[in-house]
């Protein structure tokens, strides 16, 4: 079942001893909701706590001191933010997956697995969601501002990419009249890199293939690219919008191997030319019509194979 953002706060004010829970490679939207949401839920006496997540980085990890599970909490309630498929789930959250109250994501692609879902594919990033969601809970304090204003901006790339919309700028600009500081979390999330992140990002533009006549970019980062480079989670974080920076690039694929035999490919797109989720949708992934995924099973030469493939069927289709 569908509900509204005023519906969904009128679930959480309703009930308790809640569960929160995060998506798979966990990026700034699906923790900076999750931090927020928890901290609203608090803000009315709630018992609220979020599952800890075994692939968060030190990048997003700060955001969700003090809110993790502790090893006696049994929830009554569960909610999933930012996650549009089961297959997103981390494998400590599986055993949650039949029980999920309540889902509030913003892709198109979501599968509806929960008991209630408050989806609107229009919002740039789920945080947006959750700050109306929050204000209808009480006022929106700057600790609870702190990680929205990352789950916002990371989404949208700083509010440049296409999905960004006079709302988002909006709900920023609400997020920043509470005293959060902007400017050092958009140096820490925007302008900071580190040596190892600048180093794999040569080797990408190295090994990058182009088609199209230019058009279409394929970037792969493999094991041992990782492993040679002494790289970790940190240093790949949101690897796949490097590629599209390209001058001339539409398409922009990147193909991370996560371990032999699997490969993670991230498709970011011009949506007015190709849809991105069309494409991801016949790997078995989605997202969104300018930005998707899909997890293959296969080498790096058969995950490119395979998305270079379903780009030309949604091409020809």
């Not at 809640?18 to 927020?36: F, W």
């Not at 075994?54 to 909610?79: A, C, M, N, Q, R």
């Amino acid at each position: 079942m569908t509900i509204s953002s005023s519906q969904a706060a009128e679930f959480l004010a309703a009930h308790d001893q809640y569960l929160i829970l995060t998506h798979v490679r966990p990026d700034g939207d699906t923790v900076g909701c999750a931090a927020s949401l928890c901290r609203a839920l608090r803000s009315l006496g709630k018992a609220a706590h979020v599952l800890p997540n075994p692939e968060i980085t030190p990048l997003f990890s700060p955001y969700l001191k003090g809110l993790l599970t502790p090893e006696e909490f049994l929830p009554d309630t569960v909610v999933s933010v930012d996650i549009a498929a089961r297959s997103l789930f981390p494998d400590n959250a599986l055993t949650y997956l039949p029980r999920v109250d309540l889902a509030i994501d913003h892709h198109p692609s979501q599968e509806f697995f929960a008991r209630e879902t408050c989806l609107d594919a229009g919002r740039a990033a789920c945080g947006e969601l959750i700050y109306d969601i929050a204000g209808l809970l009480g006022p929106v304090t700057r600790e609870m501002a702190v990680p929205l204003y990352v789950a916002v901006s990371t989404d949208t790339g700083c509010f440049v990419y296409g999905n960004t919309t006079a709302d988002t700028h909006r709900t920023a600009a609400a997020l920043m009249e509470t005293g959060i500081p902007a400017a050092e979390l958009n140096k820490r999330h925007f302008r900071t890199k580190t040596l190892k992140r600048l180093r794999i990002e040569s080797r990408i533009v190295e090994g990058m293939e182009l088609f199209d006549g230019g058009e279409t970019a394929v970037a792969a980062v493999d094991l041992a690219m990782v492993a040679q480079l002494g790289a970790d989670e940190r240093d790949l974080e949101d690897i796949a919008s490097f590629v599209g920076q390209v001058e001339g690039v539409k398409n922009a694929i990147t193909i991370r191997e996560l371990r032999p035999g699997t490969c993670k490919l991230s498709l970011r797109t011009d949506p007015e030319v190709l849809n991105a989720s069309r494409v991801c949708a016949l790997l078995g992934g989605g997202g969104h019509a300018a930005a998707s995924g899909a997890t293959v099973e296969g080498s790096v030469e058969e995950a490119k194979r395979a998305i270079l493939w379903a780009i030309e069927q949604v091409r020809h289709g």
